[in-house]
Structures are given as C-alpha cells and as structure tokens.
C-alpha cells in the first residue's frame, strides 16, 4: 500500500485559534489602558465592565492574570492600579546612587534626634552594601561600616531587617549562601540568624549587637520602595550601654517619623 500523502491532511484550523488569542490579548490591553489612564487612584470592577465594555466574569479572568504577572495590582479592597512590572517598564531601576541620595535625608533626621550614626544599605544577592552614612553628635560615635563596605546581609541591624521582611524561600537562600562565612561575624550560626529573623518579624524591626563589632548594639528598619517591595534599610548604631530597651524603640519611632517626613511614599 501506497504511503498516505501529507497533502491529504486536513488543514490545522490556525485562524480560528488566533482570532481567539488575540481578542483576548486585546481585552487584556483595554483593562490595561483603563488602568494606567486612572492614576493613583484605580479602578473598580465595575469601572473596567463599563470602560472596555466586558462582562464582569470576562473581566475578573483577565485581572486574574495581570495580577499574577505583576502588571495590575489592588489598591485597597476594590480598586486597581498598575502593578510593580509596569513601573519597570516605564522606568529604569534606580541605582544605589539614587537611593543614597533619597536617604541621606533621612538618616540625617535620624542622627539628629538620637545623636548616633545613622547607616542605609542594600541588598546585592546575599551581601549588604552600605551606601549612605551620617555620623552624629555624641561624642562616641561607632562607625562600624564605612560607605561601600559589603558584608553578609543579616549580621548588622540594618541587614537583618531587609533580610526578615524577603519572602521566606529567598531570605533562606541568603542565610544557606552566607552559612560559610558567618563565624567570622562573633559566631553568628545559620540556626542563630534564623531565630534573628523571626523575631524581627515579630517584632517590627531588628536588633542585633556583638556581631558584625563587638561591644556595639544597633537596630534597624527595612525601607519600602514605591511598588511596596523592601528595597533598602536603616539603621543606627551605638554602644551597648547606650541602647537600653526603650531607647531601640525611641530610635524606631525617630526612623518611622522620618521616613515618613522625607519618603512618604516609599523610596
């Protein structure tokens, strides 16, 4: 018998399959449009069926997927706006440089209330990198990192709260990338960081002291870019004498009120 020729095939029905695809690429654009055309303030459901012309069920599948990608984000209970991955579409990440220059203001505030120096760092992988530093007015003053210092994130007060406020598979990934280094920072183990980190989880902040330099006791607060995203941290440093349990949170209430004086919608 004869092979069968491809020619006899039926044709595979593509047009079909495409008009499908793009009519639903096309509505997902329009809740798009509609979304980034309404600003801060978002939208509703019922706002995105009137706008695009769509069928509440239509339009909470799409959402469900520009959700899911980042390209839409809720605001509130009912509202949406245009999510983390359009903001780095219509900008360029900010460099460290930026944001060195948006907290110094802040860590200034902060050293001029409590007299201490203040510190801000990011995070590059599983290391801190300090970017920004404002020395105080007491007269012992614990530089302890100089800008551009790097080190484990986790062993100083500011990285221990970037480190706590990551979702828990990537702050376990950090903390199982430094294991090997962490003895050199007084003793600091895996096990220890982790208990570090869930009571600055806990608690709001971190503290931290006799690690990254001895006799040095400081705290720290992670800092929220403007996708709400951790994107650095603060904190201060002094020595254990001068930082009693009542002054850490005289010091957290300095940052928050700073931070919100100078970056009120996050950095």
Request: proline share 7%.
């Amino acid at each position: 018998m004869a092979p069968r020729s491809s020619a006899s095939k039926p044709p595979v029905p593509l047009i079909e399959s495409d008009e499908g695809g793009s009519r639903t690429l096309r509505r997902g654009l329009q809740l798009l449009d509609a979304v980034l055309q309404s600003g801060r303030e978002g939208l509703r459901v019922v706002d995105l069926c009137r706008t695009a012309g769509l069928e509440r069920a239509t339009v909470y599948r799409l959402l469900a997927t520009l959700l899911e990608a980042g390209y839409v984000a809720p605001r509130g209970r009912f509202r949406y706006v245009a999510g983390p991955r359009l903001a780095q579409l219509q900008t360029p990440p900010p460099s460290p440089s930026d944001f060195a220059a948006r907290l110094q203001p802040v860590l200034a505030r902060v050293s001029k209330a409590c007299g201490d120096a203040a510190f801000a760092i990011v995070r590059e992988g599983p290391a801190s990198h300090c970017i920004a530093r404002q020395v105080g007015t007491h007269p012992v003053q614990m530089l302890v990192i100089q800008v551009g210092t790097r080190q484990p994130l986790g062993v100083g007060a500011a990285g221990l709260a970037l480190l706590a406020a990551l979702p828990e598979e990537d702050a376990a990934a950090v903390i199982a990338a430094n294991a090997p280094s962490l003895a050199r920072y007084g003793g600091m183990t895996p096990e220890r960081m982790e208990i570090l980190v869930r009571a600055t989880r806990e608690r709001g902040w971190a503290v931290i002291g006799n690690h990254a330099t001895e006799g040095v006791l400081a705290v720290g607060m992670a800092v929220a870019g403007r996708d709400g995203l951790p994107a650095a941290a603060i904190s201060v440093a002094s020595t254990m004498e001068r930082m009693p349990r009542a002054r850490q949170q005289l010091i957290v209430r300095w940052m928050k009120e700073a931070l919100v004086a100078v970056l009120p919608d996050g950095l």
